[in-house]
């Protein structure tokens, strides 16, 4: 299940990467996170997988970019 749900992160993130929107892509204008509830089969909880994809539209330190507020 873990592989096909990665597959279709990866089919997005490609399909938005295509997409420009001024200088940017759609996915460097972004911010996509794929959590996984299983780290191995018998449901370890203390360490779950997370992948982040995208550049935030340029946000840095976990503070969206002021000009987005506007």
């Known amino acids: 299940m ?3 749900f990665l597959e279709q992160v990866a089919y997005i993130a490609k399909k938005m990467d295509a997409v420009q929107e001024g200088p940017r892509t759609l996915l460097d204008n972004s ?7 299983m780290m191995t089969g018998n449901h370890n ?4 997988p997370v992948i982040m994809l ?3 539209g340029g946000a840095r330190e976990g503070r969206a ?3 987005l507020h506007r």
């Open 2 to 4: 873990n592989q096909f």
């Open 31 to 37: 911010m996509m996170m794929y959590c996984s509830s």
């Open 45 to 48: 909880a203390d360490q779950l």
């Open 54 to 56: 995208g550049g935030g």
């Open 65 to 67: 970019d002021s000009r």
